[in-house]
């Protein structure tokens, strides 16, 4: 069975005090590793894939790996509207298009 | 720029009601999936339906059932509403295939709860 787990759950910072996300996973075989944004009262909004151990993408002041246990959400110089709550997600070649969440982390940010 | 659309955000019901939750997206995606989010077990996938009539169950499924009668919308139906299906509803889309058909388009969310 597929697990994703994410620490730590909540984390606040202060305006630019960088530090990072885990997220921590167990699949038979990954097929892509997820980075998701969701604001309060709002749906997640997609912002990175991940495929093999190894690789990066950026997006403005975040920045996530992959390794073949676990990724890292890196958020360098954090402004206050970084606030929200990151989730982290995989799937599996053996389980089609569904996609296994962690529970997330929730980020806040202080001026 | 809207693109997956659920119909009510925000809605109250008692006990034993029949509930529908219904979701519309516009990017001709064949997945579309029900999950529902609530604080400290993170998102559960409740259905999800590869194409049109088609559907498999997810992880909780029980007390649920879904439709999907054309490909762009995807119905959730709570049969007899109970307190412990109070939650936040959330409705995603993805296309076929590699590359792309790993992103999930989610919609704004339903946050529901039952009396």
């Known amino acids: 069975e597929d697990q994703v787990t994410q620490s730590p759950e909540a984390l606040r910072l202060q305006e630019g005090e960088s530090s990072s996300l885990n997220c921590s996973y167990t699949v038979s075989g990954l097929r892509g590793l997820f980075w998701y944004r969701q604001d309060p009262g709002k749906g997640p909004e997609f912002l990175f894939t991940?495929?093999?151990a190894g690789e990066e993408k950026e997006k403005e002041r975040l920045k996530a790996t992959l390794t073949k246990k676990e990724s890292f959400l890196h958020i360098t110089a954090p402004k206050p509207e970084d606030s929200a709550t990151y989730l982290c997600a995989v799937r599996d070649y053996n389980a089609g298009n569904m996609l296994t969440f962690g529970g997330g982390t929730r980020l806040m940010v202080k001026p | 720029d809207v693109k997956v659309t659920q119909s009510s955000r925000y809605l109250v019901k008692r006990t034993g009601e029949k509930v529908f939750l219904e979701c519309v997206q516009d990017?001709?995606?064949?997945?579309m999936f029900w999950y529902r989010q609530d604080p400290g077990l993170g998102l559960r996938l409740i259905y999800f339906?590869?194409?049109?009539?088609?559907?498999e169950k997810g992880d909780i499924p029980e007390g649920y059932s879904v439709s999907r009668e054309k490909k762009e919308r995807f119905s959730l139906i709570l049969e007899s509403a109970s307190t412990n299906q109070t939650s936040m509803y959330l409705c995603a889309s993805s296309k076929t295939g590699g590359g792309a058909a790993n992103v999930l388009t989610f919609g704004a969310g339903s946050r529901l709860t039952v009396l």
């Open positions: 339906s590869y194409d049109v009539k088609m559907k």
């Open positions: 990017m001709d995606h064949e997945n």
């Open positions: 991940l495929y093999s």
